[in-house]
């Protein structure tokens, strides 16, 4: 059986509409999420890091953010032909593991044993990675080169080339095809 591993933010919810709302909210702003044009959230829009990861680090952020479109079913449809995990990169907040990993089992039914919480993705062993970060693209399709990675296609992480075994997606029909072209039933 294949092995698919998925980011959470930004591949499966929408971390960035939260933590936009979060900051609107605190300061009276009205950024859109549609704005991001690259990585870096802080820069993006003029804010400095410590602060977003403060609001990130709340308790009940986690709670509260919202799947992105398609992606319920797409793990739903995934699982019945792989096994698959979730892999995240955690925030240091005292709440951050067990509410993500609470809001994985609620949203995607993800057992916590199929939840792994790593800095470090390229690490970790798969067939296929889903996940928006350019850079944790790269290192792992580098570290596993008989694998696929997929960038999930997003406006802050366009630009650069991707390695042979790398390809973007830009929804889960185009994530799904890629990996049902190689997993058998």
Request: net charge negative; charged share 25%.
């Amino acid at each position: 059986m294949k092995t698919i591993l998925l980011d959470c933010d930004g591949v499966l919810c929408d971390f960035l509409g939260g933590l936009l709302a979060e900051v609107n909210a605190d300061r009276g702003t009205s950024f859109d999420p549609r704005d991001c044009n690259q990585w870096d959230i802080a820069k993006a829009y003029g804010l400095d890091w410590p602060y977003l990861a403060s609001l990130a680090e709340r308790s009940m952020f986690c709670t509260c953010l919202r799947p992105l479109f398609g992606a319920i079913e797409a793990v739903s449809a995934l699982d019945l032909r792989a096994d698959v995990y979730c892999v995240t990169s955690p925030f240091s907040g005292p709440h951050w593991h067990f509410e993500r990993t609470s809001w994985l089992k609620r949203n995607f039914s993800f057992d916590k044993s199929h939840v792994i919480h790593a800095y470090t993705k390229r690490l970790i062993r798969g067939d296929y990675l889903v996940d928006d970060k350019p850079e944790t693209i790269c290192e792992w399709a580098e570290a596993w080169p008989s694998s696929t990675a997929l960038l999930w296609d997003a406006p802050y992480n366009r630009g650069g080339v991707l390695p042979r075994n790398a390809v973007r997606v830009r929804n889960w029909a185009e994530a799904i095809a890629v990996i049902n072209d190689s997993v058998t039933p």
